[in-house]
């Protein structure tokens, strides 16, 4: 659009200096001319002189054109500069906040493979974890009773007791064909077993124990490689 507009600037302005040209010439036949010559030379004149008017108009508007997309292209330029200066500290505040989040996180040591592993109590922290990307998380909500059982990922599991006063449950949870109990565990408390299909443990953790239903989350290894 700017290049446009500039190339018809260059067109006006040449257009605006020969019509100049034409009209001096023009004008000083008009002063050599007598009788009726002169009247039609005068006439020429007036004619190319309205001409030069037109187009001296014709070059002012191009002119102001360029000038007003210059300043458009300069009001867009700055806003998408806010923009991006905008994004930027969205996405540094974001970073921030996950890194303290991750900072926050609980540890605990797992039963299995007695490693510190990185414990989500809230959905925040969970989130944190996911953004983290070690393991793979599948977040569930298990109402109490065997018809209620449900599969999280490869493992099917089931809420056989809940006792919300003292943030305790036993669940069942069976895997590769075998079940096996875990009793009285304790919210945030992370439950590790093995599976065929990886060398380091699966990880229940339990955030919430209602009623009748608990509220948590299974953490899998990102790596399956079958255990030998």
Do not use: C, W
């Amino acid at each position: 659009m700017r290049i446009d507009s500039d190339a018809e600037v260059r067109r006006s302005r040449a257009s605006v200096e020969n019509l100049q040209a034409r009209l001096a010439e023009e004008r000083r036949l008009a002063q050599q001319a007598v009788g009726q010559a002169k009247i039609d030379a005068q006439r020429k004149v007036d004619s190319l002189q309205e001409k030069v008017t037109q187009e001296q108009a014709a070059q002012q508007a191009a002119i102001q054109q360029v000038k007003q997309t210059a300043d458009t292209a300069t009001t867009q330029l700055a806003s998408v500069s806010t923009d991006v200066g905008n994004v930027k500290t969205d996405l540094g505040a974001t970073k921030s906040q996950l890194e303290q989040t991750i900072a926050n996180l609980k540890r605990a040591t797992g039963e299995l493979d007695n490693h510190a592993s990185l414990i989500a109590t809230n959905a925040s922290e969970l989130k944190a974890l996911k953004e983290l990307g070690e393991r793979n998380y599948f977040e569930f909500k298990i109402p109490k009773g065997d018809k209620n059982k449900q599969r999280v990922s490869d493992v099917m599991v089931e809420l056989k007791k809940a006792d919300p006063k003292h943030n305790r449950f036993t669940l069942a949870i069976t895997v590769d064909d075998k079940t096996v109990e875990k009793k009285d565990r304790t919210i945030n408390e992370p439950i590790q077993f093995y599976t065929s299909k990886a060398r380091q443990p699966d990880e229940i953790v339990v955030n919430q124990v209602q009623k009748n239903m608990i509220v948590g989350y299974l953490a899998t290894p990102k790596v399956q490689t079958p255990r030998s």
